[in-house]
């Protein structure tokens, strides 16, 4: 899987991307029995100055549709782990409405 990491306003520590790496490949693992190679993710990571705020989004195109992730905390890490733990859930959500459609009850 493909991810491309944008940032405004942040800085990213070594130990920051380490685990930005370790949440992709938790989104790949579970994407394995699909296309991983046809998944793109996109993580934008910002500091917004007037809340002092750290905001993580997340676009993952995978499939034909696109997921999506955004979450906020005064912490870079806290808005990181709940965003992809957002989009875990989003991904999990979609796998089994997959699931259902490719095996439709009998």
Do not use: G, W
């Not at 942040?10 to 370790?22: G, N, P, R, W």
């Not at 190679?37 to 195109?61: G, P, R, V």
């Amino acid at each position: 899987m493909r991810f491309e990491l944008s940032r405004a306003n942040v800085e990213v520590s070594d130990s920051i991307e380490k685990a930005i790496q370790q949440k992709v490949d938790k989104i790949e693992e579970r994407l394995k029995r699909y296309h991983p190679d046809a998944a793109d993710l996109s993580i934008h990571l910002e500091f917004i100055d007037k809340l002092k705020s750290h905001e993580c989004t997340l676009n993952l195109k995978a499939f034909k549709d696109s997921l999506h992730a955004k979450k906020s905390a005064p912490e870079l890490r806290a808005a990181i782990d709940r965003s992809f733990d957002a989009l875990i859930k989003e991904l999990e959500h979609y796998r089994v409405k997959i699931n259902k459609s490719l095996h439709p009850a009998e």
